[in-house]
């Protein structure tokens, strides 16, 4: 699986985008990027994947650059319980379930 | 619609001692994978089984194995206890289409101490 490098830790104002970069620039043309959130004593969230185009759902938006060399996970109105260690992960997703996390961004949502 | 569940919650070994621990998968899933997270670090991956078999394996030893039952449920056992196997054991469990991995979805996690 292709490593992933993001910023140890971001801080980001209550209602506004939390936007985490993500980069994985050694990524196959078969690997997908995840992104992963876990809150403190809680097991993994997942919260979105994607190929190459860019993806949205209730949660959040995916932006993956044309290159795929990196990503950008936007939290379009942050709030306090979006308080979390954000993980970013490439992976095959053909019979694999194996995740390799990384150290993560710690994001703190301030009030 | 219960997800993954894990048991114990916590839990305190000393050296030497056997462990296992237990996860029911989200209903519908039929694959469960095992992770260790050390404090202030990420998951590592342990192990995958699907199909009552173990299909994928970590860097971990021998020491830590596991099975899985016809209703998908899953144990992972840890021998011989060392101080370092202190960490939060996480379940997680997904469904496969084919050969297609769907999302993982993870339990809570069994906290373990070992003294």
């Known amino acids: 699986d292709a490593k992933t490098t993001q910023p140890p830790s971001m801080d980001c104002a209550e209602g506004r985008a939390a936007n985490l970069p993500c980069n994985h620039s050694t990524i196959s043309g078969n690997e997908y990027v995840y992104w992963y959130r876990q809150i403190h004593s809680q097991g993994p969230q997942y919260i979105i994947h994607?190929?190459?185009n860019n993806e949205t759902n209730e949660m959040a938006s995916l932006i993956i650059t044309e290159d795929r060399k990196s990503s950008t996970l936007i939290l379009p109105h942050a709030t306090l319980r979006d308080t979390a260690v954000y993980y970013c992960i490439v992976r095959v997703n053909f019979g694999n379930e194996k995740l390799t996390f990384g150290t993560g961004t710690r994001l703190t949502i301030i009030p | 619609d219960a997800g993954v569940t894990q048991s114990p919650t916590h839990l305190i070994k000393t050296r030497g001692q056997q462990v296992t621990l237990r996860c029911s998968p989200k209903s519908g899933h039929d694959t469960v994978s095992w992770y260790q997270q050390a404090l202030g670090q990420g998951p590592q991956f342990i192990f995958q089984y699907y199909e009552e078999e173990e299909r994928q394996r970590g860097n971990f030893p021998d020491r830590f194995s596991g099975h899985q039952f016809p209703n998908y449920s899953s144990e992972l056992n840890v021998n011989a206890l060392l101080l370092g196997d202190s960490a939060l054991y996480l379940c997680?469990?997904?469904?496969?289409?084919?050969?297609?991995?769907?999302?993982?979805?993870f339990g809570e996690g069994s906290r373990l101490t070992v003294l």
């Open positions: 997680a469990s997904s469904f496969r289409q084919g050969a297609r991995t769907g999302e993982l979805f």
């Open positions: 994607g190929l190459k």
